[in-house]
């Protein structure tokens, strides 16, 4: 009798994913000549080799879907979203470091491209436990706080890889729960997440509707089977998907934002006209940030030399410009909100949202892909969310926290802590004239 999990999986892998070189060229932002050396790629003679490929009768590259994101993984290159449509994406909520450790090791977790059923996680993973997981149905996004998981919720959707599947532990520290979702499911829009409920017990009541599963903590395992049913009806979701964007039908999704443009190193030079020498000095100094390829190349993101730029209040060049700034003002007070407007116009584009919980998921939205709000100036407190958490999620998340933040209002004790926690300034709300010099010299349209 043939075994129907190994039939599956055996089937799984002959639909697996090809690549031509030039389609992963295209897809990492590298040129041809670096996908051919990634498979020579090896610092390690006991590891395997770079690259895994497969050549045709002909002799031309392939590459499969598993090799490519076990590579990427291995030499902690960014993963790009073109990688990951094959399957849902589960966001779980766990601020316990244990609890978290215990659900790696409970639902079998490897990072992406690893073998659920041959590998194991290294011991630095599951210390940390954060981050982006990887089973044989879906992937997961393990976060610590809600603020934070909101704000990577509203990038998935701008992204095109929207969340399938919510699990929120109830109630949510920090912020509502009946708000977060909604501001979830506003962001999703006609495909919003699933949500898994975990309470301290079966009978805590959950404050939204529409919960797809409720979990009592004391049965955690039961997640195992739970996670598993769940993607397996979410795939039908991300099949219909990934034919639509196949045949080219209009898709009931947010459209993917363009790629974030990738700068090298000898870019980086030829736009401040200084030496190759120069720019290492920078990222070795910690002045600038990059991130290396495979092949230990240095690679700029463009919100990475913006902020470079503004802290040193340098011109912004013509390549890195895209116009106006973008500014969202998250404020109740319409009133306010109306005259911040007003003193906005003509220098910014401007974005308001009254609602603090649902600006988290907007921020992340807008700031994926090519995509970046240049500044925030939020009026405090913030309903429904701590001040400190709201402004920590931002100021931490990859893609948003490039973005500079203005506080209005507050005692003399907040702000203090606001600008420990890297806000630009901090404003009397009979004062708000001041943020509009405040933004244009910290934004680089005004030399010092």
């Not at 599947?165 to 979702?181: E, G, I, N, Y």
């Not at 600038?288 to 190349?297: K, L, V």
């Not at 319409?334 to 584009?349: C, D, I, N, P, V």
């Amino acid at each position: 009798m043939i075994n129907s999990e190994s039939t599956r999986r055996s089937k799984k892998k002959s639909e697996e994913t090809l690549y031509l070189a030039s389609q992963l060229a295209s897809i990492c932002d590298v040129d041809l000549k670096t996908i051919h050396n990634w498979c020579d790629r090896n610092d390690d003679p006991d590891e395997p080799a770079g690259l895994e490929s497969q050549r045709t009768t002909g002799g031309h590259l392939r590459f499969t879907h598993v090799a490519v994101l076990r590579f990427l993984t291995r030499w902690g290159y960014p993963i790009p979203n073109e990688l990951l449509y094959d399957r849902p994406h589960v966001l779980l909520v766990e601020p316990d470091p244990a609890v978290r450790a215990r659900i790696v090791s409970m639902l079998h977790l490897v990072r992406p491209g690893d073998d659920p059923l041959r590998d194991t996680p290294r011991a630095q993973d599951i210390t940390n436990a954060l981050g982006l997981w990887s089973t044989a149905h879906y992937y997961l996004h393990l976060v610590d706080d809600a603020c934070t998981a909101l704000v990577s919720f509203g990038e998935r959707v701008g992204a095109g890889a929207p969340l399938d599947l919510a699990v929120l532990p109830v109630p949510l520290h920090d912020v509502d729960a009946a708000q977060w979702v909604r501001a979830a499911r506003q962001r999703a829009g006609e495909e919003p997440p699933r949500v898994v409920a975990i309470t301290s017990d079966a009978s805590h009541p959950v404050p939204f509707t529409d919960v797809a599963r409720v979990v009592a903590r004391s049965q955690l395992d039961d997640l195992v089977w739970i996670l598993d049913a769940e993607a397996r009806q979410l795939q039908q979701r991300v099949d219909e998907r990934n034919e639509a964007a196949r045949k080219g039908r209009p898709r009931r999704r947010v459209p993917i934002a363009p790629k974030e443009p990738i700068f090298v190193a000898s870019q980086v030079a030829t736009i401040w006209n200084v030496d190759l020498k120069t720019v290492h000095n920078w990222v070795e100094r910690g002045d600038m940030e990059a991130f290396r390829t495979p092949g230990r190349h240095l690679r700029f993101r463009r919100r990475s030399l913006l902020a470079f730029l503004r802290r040193y209040n340098m011109e912004i060049p013509a390549e890195l410009s895209s116009g106006a700034p973008q500014v969202m003002v998250v404020d109740a007070d319409e009133q306010r909100a109306a005259r911040l407007r007003a003193l906005f116009q003509g220098r910014f584009e401007v974005v308001v949202q009254p609602d603090a919980v649902a600006a988290l998921a907007e921020i992340g939205e807008r700031s994926a892909g090519r995509g970046l709000i240049d500044a925030v100036v939020v009026a405090l407190p913030t309903p429904a969310v701590r001040d400190e958490v709201w402004i920590t999620a931002i100021r931490s998340h990859p893609d948003t926290r490039y973005s500079l933040m203005v506080t209005v209002g507050g005692d003399a004790a907040q702000k203090r802590r606001c600008q420990e926690l890297g806000v630009t300034a901090t404003v009397d709300p009979d004062a708000l004239e001041q943020v509009v010099p405040v933004l244009e010299q910290a934004l680089g349209l005004v030399r010092r």
